[in-house]
């Protein structure tokens, strides 16, 4: 099994979890500034040339989301639910597409990758956009978190690696985590997990 990746925060999540359950995987480094995930061969892998990507004998995979479901099933792990939590998942994961991670991916576009890749200074209307909405979605997680231990309640899912995607990277992109004291409580938890915490490195 290879799991192709950059560090980027959707490969953040993907080899956490590759990490957490324990598969035997290759992990493969594609260098974005080479324009590695263009080449033929990347993207035979994955059409859009975009890391991660996963390959498991003659399966693609690409999709960070799918990947880190794939891998949980693959892997028998608890962090996959095999009733109606999967609901639940579903739930979450379209919440952070939608809302909290949407904004908080673009205060981490603006403010880390424009000038990782040279491409410019960060859009001031777009950062302050963005941040309005974060702490608006910020607001709901911190509440719903309030009385649990996990998104779905004393359970560590796929749900959590995916909601929290962009946290690791909070200080950098300018995310007000720290105005949300429950949230950045239940992010210190996932970064007691040493595949959380370097995904990248093991």
């Known amino acids: 099994m290879k799991l192709y990746f950059a560090e980027t925060m959707n490969s953040y999540k993907t080899c956490a979890v590759a990490r957490y359950v324990g598969l035997d995987v290759d992990f493969r480094r594609v260098d974005l500034k080479k324009g590695e995930q263009r080449a033929p061969e990347f993207l035979a892998i994955n059409p859009n040339g975009k890391a991660p990507a996963l390959v498991d004998g003659d399966r693609s995979l690409w999709e960070s989301n799918a990947i880190i479901c794939y891998l949980a099933m693959k892997a ?7 009733d109606e939590r999967q609901v639940e998942i579903v739930k979450w994961f379209n919440w ?4 909290f991670s949407r904004f908080a991916g673009q205060l981490y576009f603006e403010n880390i990758i424009r000038a990782e890749f040279g491409i410019g200074q960060p859009d001031p209307d777009a950062v302050k956009e963005a941040t309005g909405y974060v702490r608006r979605y910020a607001g709901i997680l911190n509440d719903h978190l309030a009385d649990r231990r996990y998104l779905l309640d004393d359970q560590l899912t796929v749900a959590d690696f995916v909601v929290a995607t962009t946290l690791p990277y909070a200080s950098r992109a300018g995310i007000p985590i720290d105005e949300f004291p429950v949230v950045e409580s239940w992010h210190d938890r996932l970064m007691e997990l040493p595949a959380w915490r370097s995904p990248f490195t093991g």
């Open 96 to 99: 952070s597409a939608d809302h």
């Open 76 to 82: 028998d792990s608890d962090i996959w639910p095999r």
